[in-house]
């Protein structure tokens, strides 16, 4: 079954986390972000936000100079779902200047926007990725 805005909307809280292949003790994601994964076929969108998470000097750079970016932030898929292209954005809040973008070429993501939310799980940098409903 296809995912839909209703299934993401439907998640609330989360039961189980789950560690991700590319950091296993530095990222977990949530129940919900694994059914988007599943339903929505974009295991690829975690692999790239993880990969920013682990990866990106920039980011890591931001993270450091800004207590709040380095407590929360929120990744932004916005689909052009016409030419279906994308765009995946880091930002401290929804009014931020984007601190990561990536354009993504070719997506068949079925939703027109999603929202993770990133938080600072543990004092050793434990992140925790979840929709917003679940944090």
Request: aromatic share 8%; net charge neutral; proline share 4%.
């Amino acid at each position: 079954m296809p995912l839909t805005q209703g299934d993401v909307e439907a998640c609330n809280g989360c039961e189980r986390w789950y560690r991700h292949w590319m950091a296993p003790t530095r990222v977990q994601f949530s129940d919900g972000l694994r059914m988007v994964a599943e339903r929505g076929e974009a295991g690829w969108l975690l692999d790239a936000v993880v990969s920013h998470e682990k990866c990106n000097r920039k980011l890591r750079a931001a993270i450091a100079a800004d207590e709040d970016l380095c407590d929360q932030r929120f990744w932004t898929l916005t689909v052009n779902q016409k030419k279906n292209t994308a765009v995946l954005t880091c930002s401290k809040d929804s009014t931020a200047d984007a601190v990561v973008t990536q354009r993504i070429k070719y997506t068949d993501f079925p939703l027109p926007k999603l929202t993770i939310y990133a938080r600072l799980a543990s004092a050793d940098g434990l992140v925790r990725l979840c929709l917003p409903a679940e944090n």
